[in-house]
């Protein structure tokens, strides 16, 4: 079993739609949690990271954890063009480590 | 400007021939990693750092070498590639922990690299 796993997609959706990805994790430990974009050919740049149980918003995107269940998703609301690009989950899943965890990403495309 | 420089950002090169790509961050972080990535595998560690002289193995270690003599710089050394080896890889460097968690990583620019 992967230890981060993502619906591989691709998930396409029109101009103005909600997108959301969706992420599982194995370790129940794991106490951090991050949401990375990464258009083709360039290095992974931050969305949102989100520690707590609950939503967390900025602007047009929501990450939401669920530690009991062991899923974070992310929502993008009025998705543009411009998100088209692959979303990695990572998780963090030890405290004492730097031993960070990514899924394998969804690739995402927003038709106009 | 803050941010994580690696090099080369494109390499080829024969099996067997050593190699090392350079990684350095300004921003005074303690963490640095780095990752390849392969189609279908996302991203996986292969080693990671959370002080000067203190690093331990990722996912993947088998085949690099790393070595932290200073805050900054964190190179990863391909003693003897081979074409299982080719990828693209990332630098990347985080402050750390701050209170009880995480924070998030930032990434140098990439180097793809071609073992034949």
């Known amino acids: 079993q992967k230890e981060v796993e993502q619906n591989s997609g691709p998930l396409s959706v029109p101009e103005g739609a909600i997108a959301s990805l969706n992420c599982t994790y194995s370790?129940?430990?794991?106490?951090?949690f991050f949401w990375y974009r990464q258009y083709s050919g360039k290095s992974p740049e931050l969305i949102m990271s989100i520690y707590s149980n609950g939503d967390k918003e900025d602007g047009r995107f929501t990450a939401q954890l669920n530690k009991a269940s062991q899923y974070v998703s992310l929502l993008i609301r009025d998705s543009q063009p411009s998100d088209s690009a692959t979303y990695l989950c990572?998780?963090?899943?030890?405290?004492?480590?730097?031993?960070?965890?990514f899924g394998a990403g969804t690739r995402l495309t927003v038709k106009p | 400007e803050a941010q994580v420089t690696q090099n080369p950002r494109y390499l080829i090169t024969v099996t067997g021939k050593k190699l090392t790509v350079t990684c350095s961050q300004n921003m005074n972080h303690e963490y640095m990693s780095w990752y390849r990535q392969d189609p279908g595998l996302g991203l996986r560690q292969i080693y990671y750092?959370?002080?000067?002289?203190?690093?331990d193995k990722g996912d993947v270690p088998e085949g690099y070498k790393v070595s932290r003599k200073e805050k900054r710089n964190f190179p990863l050394i391909l003693e003897s590639p081979s074409p299982n080896q080719t990828s693209l890889y990332f630098c990347?460097?985080?402050?750390?922990?701050?209170?009880?968690?995480?924070?998030?990583?930032?990434f140098g620019q990439g180097t793809r690299l071609t073992v034949v």
């Open positions: 990347a460097s985080s402050f750390g922990v701050t209170g009880g968690h995480h924070t998030e990583a930032f």
């Open positions: 990572a998780v963090n899943t030890n405290y004492n480590n730097n031993d960070m965890r």
């Open positions: 370790d129940r430990g794991s106490q951090s």
């Open positions: 750092s959370m002080n000067v002289e203190v690093t």
